[in-house]
């Protein structure tokens, strides 16, 4: 039994594979920096002044209208007035316009202003001022402030500050409070985290909608996808990627192919590259080649592979070893892996060693199978050992197998086992096939059946040929046939099955045995079929059936030739009937020769059988 190859194929990792960690966010919400455009977007400004009638205010008058109304009152002393005033200059980006007023506001008690001068004073670059007056607000009742300040306390490294101002934020209704409180829960591993990140994004906060459908995935993929659909189409680029990434796994491709797409132009590279093998997929490796390309320039390594897989396909390995480069330098080790592929293929094997092991000492498990096996193949068992053992930790199948091997070869069966056991266990067929065959040598014809069952039905046909051999050698004796009940009259058994699986896989040893099968039957045609398609494939068993069968029928000479056939092949029995066939012609030396030829195959009756015709035939001789 030889060692699992690396089967010159490239590795390519999937569309959307890379792990998600809690780093994947985008800009919104994520950045502890307020700013003007958040404080005056929030319900705190709306304190002093409803929401329709400040949306009637927006919808009637310009900025410059409500600034020249509000001037008036302002410079009249009026806080209300001083408020938005400051505010409106503030969010024009007029510092110094907006200060006096701002404070003239806080003064007067007015907490919009005071959340507003905090924000203010944090654009100055006075943090701790600005801190000050955000808690004025926040004690004051300023949700928004509550939220900056916790930020605030964030950014310090004081946790328990920032989750109480949060907390705060978000017990009073408050979207971006609600977020960054989840944001810190889940940093920190505690409970509550999914509540907040609801709370925010029923508010339309896509970040918070997106963490939520992550949340969800695993325990709720429908809600999940509602959520991811919310942020996608809020325009979320990296939720629109995992809604093209669920959707391409339900088999909803054109649709998919519509979010990687939205996610791609956005600048989201993984959805570039996922587009790229939808493309790819659908047969259009033109239009999957410009946006690998795309991705590739982003910085996505499995972008580069693909590119390398294709070049390499086109037999154009110059260009191929750049892209896997690329994805060496993206961080990405598959590059490694397949420029290891590709200088096999090459007959590159100093090369293809040290980028196996590169790959392999980055955690790369096919790699380090691979390059186990390369040790192997120059005697370096020593050395391969250990690369098996880490490949097979990480999960390689292949691996787990080969090191049964290894171990079998050392006569370590019980070790051997235990590692053909786990690749059986992760449905390896020739592994299966291997812990089939051990426990049938121990005597556990039951858990026997159970792995040769798994090995034949994916493919194996040793599998086949061994699991009907069981089955047969299990069936109780066939019921004495009664007079008058015509001859292979049965059903056909299990095992007969599995006989004829085996048998259409090319196993030589089963097509005898259906050969031999359909004989008992009485469909000599059968059978002659099955002989005949064994001993042309160099079986000596089947070339000497076939010649039993032949020589019944009268054609002696081409019996003959299959069982010289089989004779020369070491069939013992063949040899004898070789040797009757020319005494029968008159030939004594011909028929000598092949005594001794069946003598010395045997077994010990032919053996016997054939020395008693050779010392007939010498007398004859002698005579």
Known sequence: ???????????????????????????????????????????????????????????????????????????????????????????RGDLDGAEPYLRGATGEGDRAAANNLGVLL??????????????????????????????????????????????????????????????????????????????????????????????LRKGDPTEAEQWYRQAAARGHRRAALHLGALLEARGELKEAGRWYLTSAKQGEARAACALGFLLRDAGDEESAAVWWHRAAQDGDGNAANALGALHAARGETQTAERWYRTAMDAGDQNGAYNLALLCVAQDRTAQAEQWYRRAAYAGHREAANALAIMLLQVGDAAGAEPWFSKAAEAGSVDAAFNLGILFASRDEDRTALKWYERAASAGHTDAALQVGIALVRDGEDRAAERHLRCAAGGGSAEAAFRLAALL????????????????????????????????????????????????ARGDLAVAARWYREAAEAGSRNGAFNLGLLLAREGNEPEAALWWTRAAVAGHGRAALRLGLLAARHGDLAEGQKWCVRAMELGPAEVSQRAARLREALAEELSA
């Open 122 to 215: 944090h654009q100055r670059g006075y943090p701790e001022d600005a801190a000050g007056w955000w808690r004025v607000a926040a004690v004051a009742g300023s949700a928004p402030a509550a939220h900056a300040l916790g930020r605030y306390f964030r950014e310090r490294g004081d946790e328990p500050a920032a989750e109480y101002w949060m907390r705060q934020a978000a017990e009073s209704g408050h979207a971006l409070g609600a977020y960054g409180l989840a944001d810190l829960l889940e940093h920190r591993g505690d409970k509550g985290v999914e509540r907040w990140f609801r709370a925010a994004a029923e508010q339309g906060h896509r970040e918070a909608a997106y963490r939520l459908a992550r949340h």
């Open 472 to 519: 047969e050698s299990l069936a109780p004796p066939p019921e004495p046939v009664a007079l008058g009940e015509p001859v292979g009259g049965a059903p056909r058994t299990e095992s007969e099955e599995w006989y004829e699986r085996a048998a259409e896989l090319g196993h030589r040893r089963a097509q005898v045995r259906v050969g031999m099968l359909a004989a």
């Open 1 to 91: 039994m030889g060692f699992m190859g690396d089967r010159s194929t490239l590795l390519e990792t999937g569309r959307f594979v890379r792990a998600e960690s809690g780093t994947d966010t985008e800009a919104e919400g994520a950045a502890p920096v307020v700013d003007a455009q958040t404080a005056l977007t929030d319900a705190e400004f709306l304190d002093k002044h409803s929401a329709e009638e400040m949306f009637a205010e927006t919808d009637t008058a310009s900025d410059a209208e409500l600034e020249a109304r509000h001037r008036v009152a302002a410079d009249k002393g009026d806080p209300g007035a001083m408020s938005v005033l400051g505010a409106l200059l503030l969010r």
